[in-house]
């Protein structure tokens, strides 16, 4: 109980903290009721998600239900007793530390959890009921249902975190919510205990036949996100003679493979010309003051970095090297071998940054462009923006291969058996969004920090790897 208490109250502090209560600028306007906007925005989401997990075949479902014979009505009622008192007494406690931001006293914190809890269950006692009689329509509804609300609210979050939308969001947090969400949380108690239909809909949702495919499925797709087409595995003409040891291993893979991270890097150059086509024709139908524009600039930066994830190639390069390089190569000791490790990985940084640099290059051209267009142009805003570009390319490039080296998570199957692999990643990535909300006044003063943080990155980590490299690159 302890544990999902102190999670929520964390959650509570990022929202509080992430989202400016008030901010005002000549350039730019928050939306003065940012986190209570982005409170009611999750509570939509939060209600179709409930529903959706009325049909869900999870394992400890299973496990407690068929295997040890619990009625379907008690496990229930304590599945959301265990899911939800931690998180009532949570949030009302992490809305309450954080009054700075919510201004709120803990009734009225209080009120509106247990309101949008007591919503949650309710509207899903309701689906079922209205589902009783024709549980796959209920399953398929309950899947679309919660594909458009969760696109729905995240396009209101965006919208709604930086346009005044003229509504009040902090009417929700008050103690006239309080008696509905008691209500509702006791009626669906009684739905939950008395309603027999119910012990049938959940059996339904179970089987150990689902729940061997799922996992099959999964298992599959892991391999599947690093595997490529024989096709495209080519055996090159270039003559490697003179190369030996790692390098010459090195060269021969890639060479028959780079065809299949060519074509990844042509996608992302579509992706990226289309996108900045788009920046520079709507200068052309949607009206927007010289002064709006300088404000939403101040964003390009930082959104530059949050984006260069899928700009680069860093990802999939790791997972593919290792399926068809490393994981048959690790198990020999030369192979892990301090110098060889060291050269292998500074051949392989070389060799990604070649292979994004078109992005880059292509990214870097197209924004001087729509700087000029939009009458961006001045030194400082170019030298912030192109810096920021440098230190996407360079982090993205570095990190994965630094992070793959260090903790190699995959194990033969391409399961990610070490979080810290992309914990550490995106750590960073939340970093930065939640700077780049709250401290967007700072952008020149965060894009130039993270260019040291990565300059610093690169050059210890590079060290870290060869000081430890052999020891933690193995076979999981």
């Keep these: 109980m302890i544990k999902p208490i102190l999670t929520n109250i964390v959650f509570i502090a990022i929202v509080g903290y992430a989202l400016p209560s008030y901010v005002e600028s000549e350039e730019f306007r928050f939306l003065k009721y940012g986190p209570f906007y982005l409170s009611v925005v999750m509570l ?13 075949n999870a394992e400890d479902k299973y496990m407690y239900i068929k295997i040890f014979r619990v009625n379907p009505r008690t496990y229930s009622l304590a599945n959301d007793l265990l899911k939800f008192g931690p998180k009532i007494l949570g949030f009302s406690i992490g809305m309450v530390i954080f009054s700075s931001v919510f201004k709120i006293s803990l009734v009225e914190a209080f009120s509106f959890v247990v309101f949008s809890i007591g919503l949650r269950l309710f509207i899903r006692s309701i689906f079922l009921y209205l589902c009783r009689n024709n ?15 969760f696109v729905i609210g995240l396009l209101l979050a965006i919208v709604g975190t930086f346009i005044n939308l003229g509504v009040n969001y902090a009417f929700f947090f008050s103690v006239n919510f309080l008696a509905p969400g008691l ?11 008395k309603t027999t239909y119910l012990e049938q809909f959940v059996l339904k949702s179970l089987s150990i036949s689902d729940l061997l495919e799922s996992q099959q499925f999964i298992d599959e797709l892991d ?3 690093a595997k490529v087409e024989d096709k495209d595995i080519r055996i090159g003409k270039t003559d490697y003679s003179n190369d030996q040891g790692i390098i010459y291993i090195n060269k021969i893979f890639y060479d028959r493979i780079g065809s299949v991270f060519k074509k990844k890097i042509l996608i992302r150059l579509a992706f990226i010309g289309i996108t900045l086509v788009i920046l520079n024709v709507l200068k052309y139908f949607v009206p927007i003051s010289p002064a709006d524009v300088k404000g939403l600039s101040q964003f390009i930066p930082l959104v530059l970095l949050l984006i ?18 490393d994981r048959k190569l690790l198990r020999f000791h030369f192979y892990r071998a301090k110098n060889n490790i060291t050269t292998s ?15 880059f290059i292509v990214a870097l051209i197209g924004l001087l462009l729509t700087y000029y267009h939009w009458e961006l142009f001045d030194s400082q805003s170019v030298l912030v923006m192109v810096i ?15 992070a793959y080296y260090m903790f190699q998570p995959f194990t033969n199957q391409m399961k990610v058996k070490n979080p810290i692999y992309s914990g550490v990643l995106n750590f960073v990535l939340y970093a930065l969004y939640f700077s780049m909300v709250r401290l967007s006044s700072y952008t020149q003063e965060l894009v130039f920090g993270f260019f040291i943080f990565v300059v610093l990155y690169v050059v210890l980590g590079i060290i870290v790897v060869y000081l430890f490299g052999p020891k933690r690159f193995r076979l999981r």
């Design 388 to 402: 920021s570009l440098i230190s996407g390319y360079v982090f993205m490039t570095f990190h994965f291969l630094f």
């Design 308 to 325: 260069a994830r899928k700009m680069y190639l860093g990802e999939f390069f790791t997972k593919t090297t290792f399926y068809y390089m």
């Design 223 to 225: 391999s599947q996100s």
């Design 183 to 193: 209500l509702m949380l006791v009626l669906t108690i009684i739905f939950t205990l």
């Design 135 to 149: 549980y796959t329509l209920g399953k398929k509804i309950a899947n679309i249902l919660v594909f458009f609300t």
């Design 345 to 359: 990985v500074i051949f392989r940084i070389k060799k990604l940054l070649k292979y994004n640099s078109l992005p």
């Design 44 to 56: 939509m989401m939060a209600v179709a998600s409930e529903v959706y997990s009325a049909f869900e």
